[in-house]
């Protein structure tokens, strides 16, 4: 309803405005403060001002003359404040709102029928997931879940770097040394089982006899020659070793969750002979230049030059994954890249080169993210190298568990809640609270994650909107036994919801698609986040100044649908973001 408004305030607005030669480029729609009982407002009398020769108070009085409410949809009136224009709606908006939020998928847009594919992730399979590069999933994700929901046809991608020196060290690593000589793993997982030989095999190249050294790297360059030249018995060495860590790092993704549609090999591209052809085509080019035994792409506007093979004949990443990024603008609509932000000259000499090679590069946006940090002390690890996801997100749960237990009294304990009830709730809030409180800030800021604001039931933190949650569905939950069903949306008198509050929320609810309209045109899922402390604060203060289940009899069907809207919103957004919205708390 909200989009529908929108969109007649606009032509309302232009078809005014044309009327009177004034240019309609920029309407200054925007949201009115939330003392003013409008859903949109305008600031377009500030710009026509000195064209019109008035002042902008009086230039907005001529627009609203000139605007008749009764032909906009969903407006009651058209006020002026100042130099503002305020669009006030009308109870058909509100009961129409009302009906759509109760709906299962609300906030969802229509089809757009557009197809996009989503990468991120992609870390090396050179062993566990490490929390600095938590945000990548989180952040890729959410921006998934908010494309699909947006109407997007979304595929998730994690492209698997199964090509470069990496492997090939850790392929030798594990066919080298003898698991008899390794220390004992630190989890019971294939990721950390294989962890251990490379490890042991960079030490070894680091520190051991140089003769041995020596050997080892002609070794490894027989793998990294054998990818290149497609040999098959080279490919299944290394790929048994890639499958099973990619095992390991999948079981732990999943917990956040992150789920993808394909794993893309690097290899793919070079088995199929997509990379020799990208090599032909950028030796062709005029920036082409073999400088430093190795060819390079001297790049215009960019510092460092890209190199695309060695003189070895040898690929590297960025080449293999320039055939990837063609193999994407030829399968899909947009392709949308989650980086870190120490990939961002990668990500320009990538983009710069596909322009070289004659690619429209619109179609490609790049979502760049600062790394997490922990705060000292916070956490313990049983070795001094880095703290791995799985890590953080154990003592998630056991941190919200202990969060859960405190808050229970007993007779809740005993009549409502079991012990698997609470470690669902532990689970739904400690892992809610990580990806909440990442996934909330701006991918471009650096964030230190701090376990007393994440897991803060006061702040605005994943359980303070998760209990909303859970708050809705305990009072839907009681109005049902107490024999109070919740309307029909075309049954519901939203005349009677007139308290400030109940106004203020139904307002925020209305609001819902747009923000998932914004977030998706933006590529920023933080956006939503934003949101859903928005509904919380609104749902609260409604709660706290509107009893719903001691309401009077003709009021409370009113405000029973509205605690389902605010349930239906905030289970969707959060949802929407990757967070589990628990029906108790």
Not at 13 to 20: D, G, I, V
Not at 91 to 98: E, K
Not at 169 to 175: D, P, Q, S
Not at 400 to 413: G, H, K, M, S, Y
Request: with cysteine; hydrophobic share 40%.
């Amino acid at each position: 309803m909200f989009l529908a408004l929108r969109a007649a305030v606009e032509d309302a607005l232009r078809e005014a405005l044309a009327a009177r030669d004034f240019p309609t480029d920029d309407l200054g729609i925007e949201e009115p403060p939330g003392d003013v009982d409008a859903v949109l407002a305008s600031s377009v009398a500030f710009r026509l001002a000195s064209e019109a020769g008035a002042p902008p108070p009086q230039v907005a009085a001529e627009i609203a003359d000139a605007l008749d409410s009764d032909a906009i949809d969903y407006v009651a009136a058209v006020e002026t404040q100042g130099p503002y224009l305020n669009f006030v709606p009308s109870d058909h908006y509100a009961a129409d709102t009302l009906a759509a939020a109760t709906d299962g998928d609300y906030g969802s847009l229509p089809d757009q029928e557009t197809s996009v594919v989503v990468e991120h992730t992609s870390a090396n399979p050179t062993g566990p997931v490490h929390v600095g590069r938590a945000r990548n999933p989180i952040i890729g994700d959410a921006l998934a879940r908010v494309l699909d929901f947006a109407g997007y046809d979304v595929d998730t991608h994690y492209y698997v770097n199964d090509a470069g020196r990496q492997l090939a060290v850790f392929t030798w690593a594990v066919e080298t040394f003898d698991e008899a000589d390794l220390p004992e793993p630190e989890r019971d997982k294939p990721d950390y089982d294989l962890v251990r030989y490379y490890r042991a095999g960079n030490a070894f190249l680091e520190d051991g006899d140089p003769d041995a050294v020596e050997a080892a790297e002609d070794e490894i360059q027989a793998i990294m020659q054998g990818l290149e030249a497609g040999n098959e018995d080279t490919y299944e060495r290394v790929s048994a070793v890639v499958d099973t860590v990619l095992a390991g790092m999948r079981q732990s993704l999943e917990r956040l969750p992150a789920e993808f549609d394909r794993f893309v090999k690097e290899t793919e591209f070079i088995r199929d002979g997509a990379t020799d052809d990208v090599v032909d085509r950028l030796k062709a080019l005029d920036e082409a230049v073999y400088e430093e035994d190795a060819w390079q792409l001297d790049l215009p506007d960019i510092d460092k030059n890209l190199v695309f093979l060695r003189s070895d004949g040898t690929s590297l990443y960025a080449t293999r994954d320039l055939a990837h990024h063609e193999w994407k603008l030829d399968n899909y609509d947009r392709a949308v890249t989650v980086l870190g932000e120490d990939h961002g000259l990668q990500a320009r000499q990538v983009r710069t080169t596909l322009e070289l090679l004659g690619h429209d590069t619109d179609p490609l946006d790049q979502v760049l993210y600062s790394y997490v940090n922990l705060p000292e002390g916070k956490m313990s690890t049983r070795r001094g190298t880095g703290i791995d996801l799985d890590d953080l997100l154990d003592e998630a749960v056991e941190r919200a568990r202990d969060e859960v237990e405190e808050r229970l009294d007993d007779r809740i304990r005993d009549d409502d809640l079991d012990d698997d009830d609470v470690a669902r709730i532990a689970r739904q809030v400690g892992i809610g609270a990580v990806r909440y409180d990442i996934v909330a800030k701006q991918p471009t800021k650096a964030i230190t994650f701090e376990w007393d604001h994440a897991l803060n039931f006061e702040a605005q933190s994943a359980p303070y909107v998760q209990y909303v949650h859970a708050r809705a569905c305990g009072i839907v939950a009681e109005a049902e036994t107490a024999g109070h069903p919740v309307p029909e949306g075309g049954d519901i008198d939203v005349a009677l919801l007139d308290d400030p509050a109940e106004r203020d929320l139904l307002r925020t609810v209305a609001r819902f698609p747009a923000v998932i309209e914004e977030a998706a045109e933006s590529l920023e899922p933080h956006v939503v986040a934003t949101y859903t402390r928005d509904v919380a604060e609104a749902f609260n203060a409604f709660y706290r100044e509107c009893p719903v289940l001691d309401a009077d009899a003709d009021v409370r069907p009113a405000r029973l649908a509205l605690v389902v809207a605010a349930r239906t919103t905030v289970a969707n957004a959060l949802g929407v973001l990757g967070v589990e919205a628990p029906d108790s708390m």
